[in-house]
């Protein structure tokens, strides 16, 4: 169970907090979509979750380990064994194949598995890129390499910040299909980051960031 508890962040410089007070809980395996305005702080938010920044005040825990990291070594330990990523930017490394971008984190971790690799590469269609080198690929193809390594370690949290931002409506469709019933097949917790209704319309609970708060797109309300 991921569990945030008046979580608050202001960067200094910008008018306004980008999270004031949030809390959510998100029981195991489900999936929540965010959307908001550009700015309103959703990649913020990703970011403390990750670890990558620590919040001003509030706390956050999964399966009751504090994600507030005082050492790196503690943030670099958990983003390996528990965490799964899908960034903006993709972050992929152009030095080595679409293979190898995608079974880097198993590796690390130390659990590579080639079959589950290409289902989730044939899911995303990619799996004729294997060899293929990050430069030479589309944007699109990009972003489907990043979700593909984000998923084949089996990481028990997965933050995805608009992951099909760069897809056409029907590859958008086919790689949101693909991430949420994979998170859902393997009790995966999902968090994702998105525009686009539709794509928010398919998670089990779909919230909107506005004024440092969330609030429910649905019927289910965010715990305190
Ligand atoms: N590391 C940072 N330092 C200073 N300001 C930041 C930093 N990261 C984000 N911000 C600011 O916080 C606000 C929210 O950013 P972000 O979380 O990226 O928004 P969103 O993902 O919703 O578009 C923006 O005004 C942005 O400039
Ligand atoms: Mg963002």
């Known amino acids: 169970m991921l569990k945030i508890a008046h979580l608050s962040k ?18 195991a395996g489900q999936s929540v979509s965010i959307q908001g305005a550009s700015g309103c702080g959703k990649s913020t938010l990703l970011s403390l979750i990750a670890g ?8 956050i ?17 958990f983003r390996r064994q528990q965490l799964g990523v899908v960034f903006q930017s993709f972050n992929l490394l152009d030095c080595l194949s679409v293979w190898d971008n ?17 289902d989730i590469m044939h899911q995303l269609d990619i799996a004729h890129l ?16 990043a979700i593909a390594r984000a998923l084949a370690h089996r990481p028990a949290l997965l933050l995805a910040d608009e992951p099909t931002g760069n897809l056409d409506e029907a ?8 991430l949420i019933d994979t998170c859902r097949h393997t009790g995966t917790t999902l968090m994702l980051v998105t525009h ?17 708060q969330l609030q429910s797109n649905q019927s289910a309300v965010p715990a305190s």
């Open 61 to 77: 825990t999964f399966n009751d380990t504090s994600l507030i990291f005082t050492h790196t070594r503690d943030a670099d330990a």
């Open 171 to 178: 590859t958008s469709e086919r790689v949101t299909t693909a």
């Open 102 to 118: 995608i079974a880097f984190p198993a590796r690390l971790k130390g659990n590579p598995d080639d079959t589950y690799q290409r």
């Open 196 to 212: 686009a209704s539709e794509v928010a319309d398919c998670t089990d609970v779909s919230y909107r960031l506005h004024n440092g």
């Open 130 to 145: 294997e060899t293929a080198m990050i430069g030479s690929l589309s944007g699109g193809e990009q972003q489907r390499v």
């Open 52 to 59: 990558f920044e620590l919040p001003d005040s509030g706390d």
């Open 10 to 27: 202001h960067f200094p410089g910008t008018a306004a907090p980008q999270l004031d007070g949030l809390s959510l809980t998100v029981p």
